[in-house]
């Protein structure tokens, strides 16, 4: 095999609760992830010269060494240097739907169909809780881009419990292209704001991700009811994003008003996204949205669950 083509699926959040800090200065979270059907393709292939080198059709994408995907490969290259000083380098290309800095997990998606793709490229056969673990060090979304569907992540977000798949559920998401937010702001902010609030005993958090997995959204989800996942959607960081970006809560708000199971950011934002019954429901609702917001910087998809992580997909 000289190349390999793979589809790295964004993800939303839809549920993401601080619980506390963390020894290593991350934050303890429980969090409940989806992947959803807009995709970036990840192609890559062998080059004659032992380099790593990063091509996307987004402009707005660095090619450089902080590209999380560059960062994958070359983690890849130092722990199977033979692989690498046998095979030589590879080029990787994006081909880029999924919007960046948007709370989507887009970059983190990328690097996950890197060490996929590399996986299989150089033939290493790591299993898939072998590519996880070295997913985590690099970003704490990774090793849920990997597996993907529908789960709980704990930890830094990086301990992955897989859930029923939910397929069926359409997704209108909003996002304005000229905003951005930094994910280590939402944190930091939210730890200002918020700390007196976090649960620092390690068996206190422990317990507390007991009642997450054994709770209403968990249970929502094994019984494949949209309508109470709709009610039951919860972010902690918009507490922080909203006040901030005004126009994140007034997209929230024009997202929650039409035929719609819920409403919520994704992530640290500023991506907002609402869930509907059906594609007819989404489709009115982002129609409406337009509507409602006639500005050129928002854009509007529909899509729906995806239930897999990283795929590869025939050239
Ligand atoms: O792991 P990742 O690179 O995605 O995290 C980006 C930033 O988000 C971290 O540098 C940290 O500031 C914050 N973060 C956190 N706790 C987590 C995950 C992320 O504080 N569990």
Same mark, same amino acid.
């Given at each position: 095999?000289?190349?390999?083509?793979?589809?790295?699926?964004?993800?939303?959040?839809?549920?993401?609760?601080?619980?506390?800090?963390?020894?290593?200065?991350?934050?303890?979270?429980?969090?409940?992830?989806?992947?959803?059907?807009?995709?970036?393709?990840?192609? #890559?292939?062998?080059?004659?010269?032992?380099?790593?080198?990063?091509?996307?059709?987004?402009?707005?994408?660095?090619?450089?060494?902080?590209?999380?995907?560059?960062?994958?490969?070359?983690?890849?290259?130092?722990?199977?240097?033979?692989?690498?000083?046998?095979?030589?380098?590879? &080029?990787?290309? #994006?081909?880029?739907?999924?919007? #960046?800095?948007?709370?989507?997990?887009?970059?983190?998606?990328?690097?996950?169909?890197?060490?996929?793709?590399?996986?299989?490229?150089?033939?290493?056969?790591?299993?898939?809780?072998?590519?996880?673990?070295?997913?985590?060090?690099?970003?704490?979304?990774?090793?849920?881009?990997?597996?993907?569907?529908?789960?709980?992540?704990?930890?830094?977000?990086?301990? #992955?419990?897989?859930?029923?798949?939910?397929?069926?559920?359409?997704?209108?998401?909003?996002?304005?292209?000229?905003?951005?937010?930094?994910?280590?702001?939402?944190?930091?902010?939210?730890? &200002?704001?918020?700390?007196?609030?976090?649960?620092?005993?390690?068996?206190?958090?422990?317990?507390?991700?007991?009642?997450?997995?054994?709770?209403?959204?968990?249970?929502?989800?094994?019984?494949?009811?949209?309508?109470?996942?709709?009610?039951? *959607?919860?972010?902690?960081? &918009?507490?922080?994003?909203?006040?901030?970006?005004?126009?994140?809560?007034?997209?929230?708000?024009?997202?929650?008003?039409?035929?719609? *199971?819920?409403?919520?950011?994704?992530?640290?934002?500023?991506?907002?996204?609402?869930?509907?019954?059906?594609?007819?429901?989404?489709?009115?609702?982002?129609?409406?949205?337009?509507?409602?917001?006639?500005?050129?910087?928002?854009?509007?998809?529909?899509?729906?669950?995806?239930?897999?992580?990283?795929?590869?997909?025939?050239?």
């Amino acid at each position: 095999m000289e190349r390999c083509s793979l589809i790295a699926p964004a993800k939303i959040n839809l549920y993401l609760e601080i619980i506390g800090d963390r020894p290593d200065g991350f934050h303890e979270l429980a969090m409940v992830m989806q992947s959803v059907d807009l995709v970036d393709r990840i192609d #890559i292939h062998f080059i004659s010269t032992d380099t790593i080198r990063v091509r996307c059709s987004h402009p707005g994408v660095p090619s450089d060494r902080t590209n999380l995907a560059y960062r994958a490969a070359r983690l890849m290259a130092e722990r199977f240097p033979d692989s690498f000083a046998n095979l030589g380098g590879v &080029e990787i290309h #994006i081909d880029k739907q999924i919007p #960046i800095a948007a709370g989507l997990a887009g970059g983190s998606a990328n690097a996950a169909a890197v060490l996929v793709g590399l996986n299989l490229l150089w033939k290493l056969g790591l299993t898939q809780p072998e590519l996880q673990e070295l997913a985590a060090e690099l970003g704490s979304d990774i090793p849920f881009c990997i597996s993907g569907g529908t789960a709980l992540a704990t930890g830094r977000g990086e301990k #992955i419990s897989p859930l029923p798949n939910m397929e069926g559920l359409h997704v209108v998401l909003g996002k304005f292209r000229n905003l951005a937010v930094s994910t280590p702001w939402a944190y930091k902010t939210f730890r &200002e704001q918020f700390s007196h609030q976090y649960i620092s005993d390690k068996a206190e958090q422990a317990e507390r991700h007991r009642e997450v997995h054994a709770g209403p959204m968990v249970s929502a989800i094994y019984k494949h009811d949209g309508q109470k996942i709709g009610k039951l *959607l919860y972010n902690d960081l &918009e507490k922080v994003v909203l006040p901030e970006f005004p126009e994140v809560a007034k997209l929230r708000e024009a997202m929650a008003d039409g035929e719609v *199971l819920g409403t919520m950011m994704s992530g640290s934002g500023p991506t907002v996204f609402a869930l509907a019954e059906s594609e007819e429901n989404a489709c009115q609702l982002r129609d409406a949205v337009r509507a409602k917001i006639p500005d050129e910087e928002l854009d509007l998809w529909v899509t729906k669950f995806f239930p897999t992580g990283i795929s590869t997909v025939d050239n």
